[in-house]
Every structure is written in structure tokens, then in C-alpha cells.
């Protein structure tokens, strides 16, 4: 039979150009909020994370900014490269432990050269 | 760097049979998980450890037990695998248990015929 949800939301940009991956959060509560960039064939690597108590914060090449008011966190790739293409996902702490961690979906970024 | 290996990539186990996932990390740290990826669903935790010996259900415990005997090590185990089992398993670790990013192994792709 079918297999349901296979497909993400796909981003495809061109080499060079800034990225931008959405996330939607579901609980107002959530205080921690992490992204995740997964290769094919390997497991999740962290890329950067960011507290409540802040709306933006930079890495190298990455930005994640978070709103509060519509429960919204995205990432920013600047100058997007070949080797950024994988799916992303960002992952909220419910509140209290990491057990309370929950992980999106992911989106799928396609860089093309 | 975070190392966290997990002893196979593939496996394929039949029916009924008892599996064991291993999986060591490197960096000393106090907390380890273990979650099922698959499409569509995304990350879902099954059990995770605070401590030695020490152990919570995650979201979807039924059919696994754990194993945490030593820190750097964290077991997981399938009394008896059945098909629905089949799928993609990540283990994690991280340095605290409240904001702080796991650090995830490459995974264990397994399969139950």
C-alpha cells in the first residue's frame, strides 16, 4: 500500500543564495528549541539551538530566530552551498526534561549548483 | 567532538527474535536516548537513561526494554521483534537534561522480516 507522509516540504534555492527553513511549535509552554541538519544515510546533526529568553541568535553561516507571539522559529543559511542540501528539522522542549523533546517533520533543502 | 557509535548500521532479525542495539558515547555525558525515525512520523523517543541503571519511558515503550550498566553505554532491546519494528534507530546522548542538544549516532537502519 501507500505510504503516507513520505513526501516533505521541499526547498530548492540556488548555490549562493540565503536560505530560509520554517517552523511552526505547538506549545506555548516549550522553552528550548534546537535544529537539526540530517544527511542521507546518517543521523541528525545538531546545527545550532536557542532559549526562550532570546529571539535570535547567530552561528556560523546560520541564524535561528524565534517568535513567541505566533509560535514561530525559523533558520537562516547564508551563502547556501551544495553540502547544505539534507533535511532539517527543528525540535521544542515541551517543558522540564529532554525527555519532553519533540521533533518536526523536517523540510528538504535542495541546493542547486 | 561528541562521538556517539552505534555497532551496526544494518540489521535483519527475523520474527520473534531478540535484538540487541548498542550504543557508546565517548564525551562522559550522564544522559542517553533512543528513538525510532520513521517517515512521516518523524522522531519518536522510546526510552532514555539519566544515570547508571537509571531509566524513563519515552513516548512509545511497548515492545523494548533498555539497558544502562555503565555510563558510556546504553542497550537497547527488542524482547521479541515483529514487523512493525522494522525501522530506523537513533541513539543520543547529551551533557544535561534541560537545555541542552542531543548529539545523535549515525543509526541503525533494522529490518524484521
Known amino acids: 500500500g501507500e505510504s503516507v507522509g513520505l513526501h516533505l516540504p521541499t526547498l530548492s534555492v540556488q548555490e549562493g543564495d540565503n536560505s530560509i527553513i520554517n517552523c511552526a511549535y505547538s506549545n506555548s509552554a516549550s522553552d528550548y528549541f534546537i535544529w537539526y541538519k540530517q544527511e542521507s544515510g546518517k543521523g541528525p546533526q545538531f546545527i545550532i539551538d536557542?532559549?526562550?529568553?532570546?529571539d535570535k541568535r547567530q552561528g556560523q553561516r546560520v541564524t535561528v530566530l524565534l517568535n513567541k507571539t505566533v509560535k514561530h522559529l525559523s533558520l537562516q543559511i547564508a551563502a547556501t552551498q551544495p553540502g547544505d542540501s539534507a533535511v532539517y528539522f527543528c525540535?521544542?522542549?515541551?517543558?522540564?526534561?529532554?525527555?519532553?523533546?519533540?521533533f518536526g517533520k523536517g523540510t528538504k533543502l535542495s541546493v542547486k549548483p | 567532538d561528541v562521538k556517539v557509535t552505534q555497532s551496526s548500521r544494518y540489521l535483519v532479525k527475523r520474527t520473534g527474535e531478540k535484538v540487541f542495539l548498542e550504543c557508546v558515547q565517548d564525551m562522559d555525558h550522564e544522559n542517553m536516548f533512543w528513538y525510532r525515525q520513521d517517515p512521516g512520523l518523524g522522531l519518536r523517543l522510546i526510552y532514555f537513561s539519566y544515570d547508571v541503571k537509571m531509566k524513563e519511558k519515552g513516548d512509545i515503550p511497548e515492545g523494548y526494554s533498555v539497558s544502562r550498566e555503565k555510563k558510556e553505554r546504553f542497550s537497547l532491546i527488542l524482547e521479541s521483534a515483529s514487523t512493525n519494528q522494522t525501522s530506523m534507530y537513533l541513539c543520543a546522548s547529551s551533557l544535561s537534561l534541560y537545555n541542552s542538544p542531543l548529539h545523535f549516532g549515525n543509526g541503525t537502519r533494522l529490518t524484521v522480516t
Open positions: 525540535a521544542e522542549n515541551r517543558g522540564g526534561s529532554q525527555g519532553n523533546l519533540i
Open positions: 536557542i532559549r526562550s529568553n532570546m
